[in-house]
């Protein structure tokens, strides 16, 4: 069977879990500073696969890179959201550890959050690949099922309430 080539940010988070990235949202010791600096990567066509990728654990000084980005342009942010809307979450799944791969799909949604067309089409296809995960009689599926019907967009709660449903899924599997 033909291995399938990960797209930028399925390479992206398989990368931050092997090498054990901060993705904490409220870190004040680095601000998850390597996917601030990755997330600029990826909009300049980069990708963690590409031998000149500079982005590593092992690196802690991205001066030649400029400062710490806080922020980024819509146009940044609808890279971003393009690249992410074609992210195969079950391959994030299966190659990220639990819980930190739903912390890496919020860092998206914190830092590329924006009114426009492509983070409601980038949460409609989120929720449609984590409705896959999560107990179909669950509150957490029927909100997702309403994402996916265009009533609203993915939040961080969204991903909290994800990570519960698997966990306890996970739990009564093994009993």
């Not at 004040?28 to 390597?34: D, R």
């Not at 393009?82 to 190659?95: D, F, L, P, T, V």
């Not at 949460?123 to 009689?137: D, F, G, M, N, R």
């Amino acid at each position: 069977m033909k291995k399938l080539k990960m797209n930028q940010f399925e390479s992206l988070c398989k990368l931050a879990t092997d090498e054990t990235w901060c993705w904490n949202l409220g870190c004040t010791t680095c601000g998850h500073m390597h996917f601030r600096y990755a997330f600029l990567e990826l909009t300049k066509g980069r990708s963690p696969t590409d031998s000149q990728w500079q982005i590593h654990d092992r690196n802690t000084m991205y001066d030649h890179l400029g400062s710490l980005p806080r922020n980024y342009t819509e146009e940044q942010k609808e890279i971003i959201h393009k690249i992410c809307c074609e992210a195969n979450i079950g391959i994030i799944e299966s190659s990220c550890k639990f819980p930190d791969w739903l912390g890496y799909l919020g860092l998206i949604l914190e830092h590329m959050y924006s009114g426009s067309k492509t983070y409601t089409e980038l949460s409609s296809s989120w929720a449609s690949q984590l409705i896959e995960l999560v107990t179909s009689q669950s509150l957490i599926h029927a909100r997702l099922q309403e994402i996916v019907e265009g009533n609203g967009v993915l939040s961080i709660k969204d991903l909290e309430e994800c990570e519960s449903n698997i966990m306890h899924n996970k739990y009564i599997d093994q009993w």
